[in-house]
């Protein structure tokens, strides 16, 4: 079955220690993006890749980091610098960044910071 | 200002009724893409409908139909016959063509749907 898998589901964290989000595709899409959710909140793009080895920050990119060596993966590293890391981390992607087809969502991670 | 704007944070309908979730927005790019989206207690974000700004016609994809109204900057969603199982979030999204909006969706804070037997 082709989609978005997204791990861990949930992750427990100690404040100072960064922690990565595995964002895995088998769509063929070009484009992956990571979003965060909070409580009562809409969804806030933090980073975005239209190809390969390329990225660009979002909204709320301060305290993330991301890579993309391979075209069906895009993992987001929520770091020690990021002030307030507890959320609902969604990944997506689809087939072309400036298009007007929808965004296929992986069913997300949560982050708990202890 | 805020880009789209859902000003219901929580609906209630009667099973099998109709029900209409608000959605504005704001743009001045004159080609732009409106997104609905479900998201049940499981987290994970489901596309019901799309309207592109140049779509003469309300979009509809089964109980789902958008209302358009382009002038007022309306996006209103509408579920027919409503089931218990459409209890869940709903977001309105935006894509504009240029700059930086044309990579990104940008979403609403969303309305809870809340269907009673």
């Known amino acids: 079955d082709g989609g978005i898998t997204q791990s861990p589901k949930y992750l427990f964290r100690k404040e100072g220690q960064n922690v990565t989000l595995s964002c895995e595709q088998n769509l063929n899409h070009d484009a992956m993006y990571w979003y965060r959710q909070d409580p009562g909140q809409g969804l806030r793009l933090i980073y975005y890749s239209q190809i390969v080895n390329d990225f660009q920050k979002g909204d709320i990119a301060e305290g993330y980091s991301v890579s993309r060596e391979k075209k069906e993966s895009f993992p987001l590293t929520v770091t020690s610098a990021q002030k307030n890391p507890t959320a609902f981390y969604l990944c997506?992607?689809?087939?072309?960044?400036?298009?007007?087809?929808?965004?296929?969502f992986g069913e997300g991670s949560r982050l708990t910071v202890l | 200002a805020q880009k789209i704007t859902q000003t219901q944070p929580g609906m209630f309908v009667q099973e099998k009724e109709a029900v209409t979730l608000d959605c504005t927005y704001d743009?001045?790019?004159?080609?732009?893409?409106l997104f609905w989206y479900k998201q049940p207690s499981s987290g994970e974000m489901i596309f019901l409908i799309y309207q592109g700004s140049y779509d003469q016609q309300n979009a509809t994809e089964g109980r789902y139909s958008l209302n358009f109204q382009k002038a007022r900057k309306s996006a209103n969603l509408v579920i027919s016959a409503s089931q218990l199982g459409d209890s869940a979030m709903y977001f309105c999204?935006?894509?504009?063509?240029?700059?930086?909006?044309?990579?990104?969706?940008?979403f609403g804070k969303g309305t809870k749907l809340s269907v009673i037997p």
């Open positions: 997506a992607s689809s087939i072309r960044a400036r298009e007007t087809g929808e965004l296929f």
């Open positions: 743009t001045s790019d004159p080609s732009y893409g």
């Open positions: 999204a935006m894509r504009e063509s240029s700059g930086a909006g044309s990579y990104q969706l940008t």
